[in-house]
Protein backbone atom coordinates (compact mmCIF):
# COMPACT_ATOMS: atom_id res chain seq x y z
CA UNK A 1 0.00 0.00 0.00
CA UNK A 2 0.66 3.51 -0.82
CA UNK A 3 0.00 6.62 1.00
CA UNK A 4 -2.47 8.91 -0.45
CA UNK A 5 -0.76 11.38 -1.90
CA UNK A 6 1.37 8.55 -3.79
CA UNK A 7 -1.93 7.01 -5.13
CA UNK A 8 -2.89 10.53 -6.43
CA UNK A 9 -0.31 11.40 -8.05
CA UNK A 10 0.73 7.83 -9.64
CA UNK A 11 3.74 7.59 -11.09
CA UNK A 12 4.51 11.39 -10.67
CA UNK A 13 4.94 10.99 -7.49
CA UNK A 14 8.37 9.45 -7.74
CA UNK A 15 9.51 12.52 -9.59
CA UNK A 16 9.14 14.84 -6.30
CA UNK A 17 12.45 15.57 -4.67
CA UNK A 18 13.37 12.01 -2.17
CA UNK A 19 12.46 14.23 1.10
CA UNK A 20 9.12 15.34 -0.27
CA UNK A 21 8.33 11.72 -0.82
CA UNK A 22 9.34 11.26 2.80
CA UNK A 23 7.17 13.79 3.51
CA UNK A 24 4.05 13.13 1.91
CA UNK A 25 4.77 9.53 2.72
CA UNK A 26 2.98 10.00 5.83
CA UNK A 27 0.16 7.04 6.32
CA UNK A 28 -1.56 4.68 8.21
CA UNK A 29 0.02 2.14 6.08
CA UNK A 30 3.97 4.05 6.42
CA UNK A 31 3.30 3.88 10.33
CA UNK A 32 4.74 7.05 10.90
CA UNK A 33 3.60 11.06 10.96
CA UNK A 34 5.73 14.39 9.76
CA UNK A 35 6.13 17.34 12.22
CA UNK A 36 7.27 20.02 10.56
CA UNK A 37 9.30 23.27 12.82
CA UNK A 38 10.20 26.73 11.39
CA UNK A 39 9.43 30.06 10.84
CA UNK A 40 7.13 31.87 8.66
CA UNK A 41 9.63 34.83 7.23
CA UNK A 42 6.75 36.77 6.11
CA UNK A 43 2.45 36.32 6.65
CA UNK A 44 0.74 38.94 3.93
CA UNK A 45 -2.98 39.59 3.48
CA UNK A 46 -4.61 41.83 1.27
CA UNK A 47 -6.19 45.30 1.36
CA UNK A 48 -8.02 46.26 4.57
CA UNK A 49 -11.29 45.47 2.75
CA UNK A 50 -10.29 41.74 2.49
CA UNK A 51 -10.62 41.58 6.23
CA UNK A 52 -14.20 40.66 6.87
CA UNK A 53 -13.41 38.02 4.29
CA UNK A 54 -10.11 36.64 6.96
CA UNK A 55 -11.96 37.26 9.74
CA UNK A 56 -14.73 35.10 8.74
CA UNK A 57 -12.39 32.60 7.65
CA UNK A 58 -10.73 32.56 11.42
CA UNK A 59 -13.53 31.85 13.20
CA UNK A 60 -13.42 27.93 11.75
CA UNK A 61 -9.62 28.29 11.73
CA UNK A 62 -9.39 28.81 7.83
CA UNK A 63 -7.97 31.95 7.69
CA UNK A 64 -6.25 34.59 9.57
CA UNK A 65 -6.25 38.24 9.07
CA UNK A 66 -2.61 38.81 10.98
CA UNK A 67 0.31 39.87 9.47
CA UNK A 68 3.60 39.44 10.52
CA UNK A 69 7.31 38.37 9.61
CA UNK A 70 9.68 35.77 11.10
CA UNK A 71 7.05 33.91 13.19
CA UNK A 72 7.59 30.68 14.40
CA UNK A 73 5.48 27.82 13.46
CA UNK A 74 4.50 24.24 13.41
CA UNK A 75 2.91 22.33 11.08
CA UNK A 76 1.61 18.83 12.10
CA UNK A 77 0.73 15.69 10.04
CA UNK A 78 -0.84 12.45 11.60
CA UNK A 79 -2.50 9.91 9.72
CA UNK A 80 -5.56 8.38 11.21
CA UNK A 81 -8.96 6.58 9.90
CA UNK A 82 -12.05 8.48 10.20
CA UNK A 83 -15.36 7.32 11.26
CA UNK A 84 -16.29 6.98 7.48
CA UNK A 85 -13.22 4.60 7.38
CA UNK A 86 -11.30 6.73 5.35
CA UNK A 87 -7.52 7.07 5.86
CA UNK A 88 -7.16 10.76 6.51
CA UNK A 89 -4.05 13.18 7.24
CA UNK A 90 -4.05 15.82 9.19
CA UNK A 91 -2.55 19.53 8.13
CA UNK A 92 -2.43 21.22 11.24
CA UNK A 93 -0.37 25.10 10.90
CA UNK A 94 0.26 26.49 14.87
CA UNK A 95 1.69 29.87 14.84
CA UNK A 96 1.37 33.12 17.02
CA UNK A 97 1.85 36.56 15.27
CA UNK A 98 1.93 38.74 17.95
CA UNK A 99 1.12 36.83 20.89
CA UNK A 100 -1.87 36.30 19.18
CA UNK A 101 -2.27 32.96 18.82
CA UNK A 102 -3.77 31.32 15.23
CA UNK A 103 -4.10 27.79 13.94
CA UNK A 104 -4.82 26.41 10.17
CA UNK A 105 -6.90 22.93 10.12
CA UNK A 106 -6.84 21.15 7.62
CA UNK A 107 -7.66 17.37 6.34
CA UNK A 108 -7.06 15.20 3.65
CA UNK A 109 -8.60 12.25 2.72
CA UNK A 110 -8.43 10.20 -0.79
CA UNK A 111 -11.86 9.44 -3.07
CA UNK A 112 -12.45 8.22 -6.48
CA UNK A 113 -8.89 8.74 -7.15
CA UNK A 114 -8.67 12.48 -6.51
CA UNK A 115 -7.39 14.56 -3.10
CA UNK A 116 -10.09 16.39 -1.18
CA UNK A 117 -8.68 18.86 1.46
CA UNK A 118 -11.66 19.44 4.24
CA UNK A 119 -10.59 23.11 5.51
CA UNK A 120 -11.50 23.75 9.24
CA UNK A 121 -12.69 22.94 12.63
CA UNK A 122 -15.89 21.48 11.24
CA UNK A 123 -14.95 20.47 7.42
CA UNK A 124 -17.68 23.28 6.54
CA UNK A 125 -15.38 23.50 2.92
CA UNK A 126 -14.60 20.65 0.45
CA UNK A 127 -11.98 21.46 -2.04
CA UNK A 128 -10.30 19.54 -4.54
CA UNK A 129 -6.62 19.45 -5.07
CA UNK A 130 -4.94 19.36 -8.07
CA UNK A 131 -1.24 18.15 -7.68
CA UNK A 132 1.90 18.28 -9.87
CA UNK A 133 5.84 18.31 -10.03
CA UNK A 134 7.78 21.01 -11.52
CA UNK A 135 10.65 20.39 -13.11
CA UNK A 136 13.16 20.45 -10.15
CA UNK A 137 10.63 17.72 -7.84
CA UNK A 138 8.77 20.56 -6.10
CA UNK A 139 5.42 19.97 -5.34
CA UNK A 140 2.61 22.17 -6.49
CA UNK A 141 -0.58 22.20 -5.42
CA UNK A 142 -3.70 24.23 -6.62
CA UNK A 143 -7.43 24.42 -5.58
CA UNK A 144 -10.39 23.97 -7.47
CA UNK A 145 -13.71 22.84 -6.66
CA UNK A 146 -14.73 23.99 -3.69
CA UNK A 147 -18.31 22.91 -1.85
CA UNK A 148 -19.82 24.21 1.45
CA UNK A 149 -21.17 21.67 3.86
CA UNK A 150 -23.51 22.22 7.31
CA UNK A 151 -26.03 19.63 8.38
CA UNK A 152 -28.09 18.85 5.09
CA UNK A 153 -27.17 21.95 3.79
CA UNK A 154 -24.44 21.42 0.61
CA UNK A 155 -23.55 23.45 -2.53
CA UNK A 156 -20.92 24.39 -4.75
CA UNK A 157 -19.24 27.60 -3.39
CA UNK A 158 -18.85 30.56 -5.97
CA UNK A 159 -15.52 31.54 -6.34
CA UNK A 160 -16.51 34.89 -6.94
CA UNK A 161 -17.22 34.58 -2.76
CA UNK A 162 -14.07 32.46 -2.49
CA UNK A 163 -10.19 31.99 -3.31
CA UNK A 164 -8.21 29.96 -4.81
CA UNK A 165 -4.67 28.50 -3.16
CA UNK A 166 -1.24 27.98 -4.93
CA UNK A 167 1.37 26.39 -2.73
CA UNK A 168 4.76 25.44 -3.60
CA UNK A 169 6.39 23.29 -1.46
CA UNK A 170 10.48 22.10 -2.00
CA UNK A 171 13.53 20.94 -0.60
CA UNK A 172 16.29 23.11 0.11
CA UNK A 173 19.35 20.53 -0.20
CA UNK A 174 22.19 23.49 0.65
CA UNK A 175 20.05 24.69 3.61
CA UNK A 176 19.10 21.37 4.77
CA UNK A 177 15.04 22.60 4.90
CA UNK A 178 11.59 22.58 3.39
CA UNK A 179 10.42 25.52 1.74
CA UNK A 180 6.98 26.89 1.44
CA UNK A 181 5.23 29.83 -0.34
CA UNK A 182 1.08 30.00 0.02
CA UNK A 183 -1.03 32.52 -2.30
CA UNK A 184 -4.76 32.81 -2.02
CA UNK A 185 -6.49 34.78 -4.51
CA UNK A 186 -10.12 36.06 -5.31
CA UNK A 187 -10.81 36.32 -9.36
CA UNK A 188 -12.23 39.56 -8.74
CA UNK A 189 -10.45 40.96 -5.51
CA UNK A 190 -7.09 40.17 -5.82
CA UNK A 191 -4.69 38.70 -3.38
CA UNK A 192 -6.20 38.29 -0.25
CA UNK A 193 -3.60 36.09 1.97
CA UNK A 194 -0.11 34.72 2.03
CA UNK A 195 2.80 33.86 3.64
CA UNK A 196 6.21 32.23 2.60
CA UNK A 197 8.57 30.28 5.14
CA UNK A 198 11.01 27.55 5.51
CA UNK A 199 10.86 24.16 8.08
CA UNK A 200 12.86 20.98 9.48
CA UNK A 201 10.57 17.92 9.86
CA UNK A 202 10.94 15.05 12.45
CA UNK A 203 9.19 11.84 11.55
CA UNK A 204 7.35 9.96 14.38
CA UNK A 205 5.97 6.64 14.79
CA UNK A 206 2.36 7.16 14.74
CA UNK A 207 -0.98 5.24 13.79
CA UNK A 208 -3.23 7.85 14.73
CA UNK A 209 -3.81 11.47 15.30
CA UNK A 210 -4.20 13.19 18.60
CA UNK A 211 -7.48 13.97 19.12
CA UNK A 212 -6.46 17.80 19.46
CA UNK A 213 -5.82 17.46 15.77
CA UNK A 214 -8.66 16.26 14.10
CA UNK A 215 -11.99 17.69 13.38
CA UNK A 216 -15.04 18.60 15.48
CA UNK A 217 -17.18 17.05 13.35
CA UNK A 218 -16.46 14.49 10.01
CA UNK A 219 -18.06 15.19 7.03
CA UNK A 220 -19.44 12.36 5.06
CA UNK A 221 -19.98 14.22 1.44
CA UNK A 222 -17.17 15.39 -0.87
Known sequence: MTSIFAEAMG????????????????????????????VMTSIRRGPWWTLPFLYVGKLRNILIPYV???VPFVIKNYPYRDPYGRETITFVREYSVRSRPS?????MVLTGGRLVDYLGTHQHLAVDLDLQVTSDGSLLLTTHGQRFYEGRVGFRFPLLFSGRAT?????????????????VRNRVFGFLFGYEGHFRCEFVPASDAPDE????????RT
Open 11 to 38: ADFERLHPMLQRRFGVGLHAGYACIGTG
Open 68 to 70: GEN
Open 103 to 107: RFDAT
Open 167 to 183: LHESYDDDAEVYRIALE
Open 213 to 220: LKPVRHER
